[in-house]
């Protein structure tokens, strides 16, 4: 009988995008020449940009009900700052103005967020925890819809996310 790969749950899924941004980063910080910084934030873009979607799309309503309704709040309204950083940095070059207080500001917001959903006391994922949701058969949703995101990403196809709580 195939061994299979254990399913990652929801919160192990969104942990590992946290640590790949973490690394991208510091990636960055340590990496000289423009062409290769731009290359880096671009991927850092990709990764919040499809880490956003799933939570928003899939772990947040999961959680609606078990988590408090303004750590939810604030996690979408940090969300959407981080969008607008996002499409900033896409749309320009290691060679523009304040393109490195950006991607500065931009890990910041991120450190913040992520200290809030994994290791504040009460933390959105404690609270997840403490839930009645299936966080297996969650991150299974979540791991699906990540899949095809990364396929739009490659293809050059990813949109990016509305945002919900600083509507233009």
Same mark, same amino acid.
């Given at each position: ?8 749950? *929801?919160?192990?899924?969104? %942990? @590992? +995008?946290?640590?790949?941004? &973490? #690394?991208?980063? $510091? ?34 309503? *999961?959680?609606?009900?078990? %988590? @408090? +309704?303004?750590?939810?709040? &604030? #996690?979408?309204? $940090? ?90």
């Amino acid at each position: 009988m195939a061994k299979q790969s254990p399913t990652r749950d *929801a919160l192990q899924l969104l %942990a @590992d +995008d946290h640590r790949t941004v &973490e #690394a991208l980063f $510091e990636k960055f910080e340590t990496t000289r020449g423009a062409a290769t910084q731009q290359k880096i934030v671009q991927q850092i873009c990709e990764e919040l940009t499809i880490h956003c979607i799933i939570e928003e799309q899939v772990f947040y309503p *999961a959680v609606r009900e078990a %988590a @408090d +309704d303004d750590m939810l709040d &604030e #996690a979408q309204v $940090e969300h959407d700052s981080a969008k607008v950083l996002i499409e900033s940095l896409q749309a320009s070059t290691p060679e523009d103005p304040f393109y490195e207080a950006k991607v500065s500001v931009l890990k910041e917001q991120v450190e913040h967020h992520v200290y809030e959903e994994e290791r504040q006391r009460g933390s959105i994922f404690a609270q997840a925890r403490r839930s009645e949701v299936d966080l297996v058969a969650l991150g299974a949703q979540m791991a699906e819809l990540k899949a095809e995101l990364k396929a739009q990403a490659k293809a050059g196809s990813l949109e990016a996310p509305e945002k919900v709580a600083l509507r233009a």
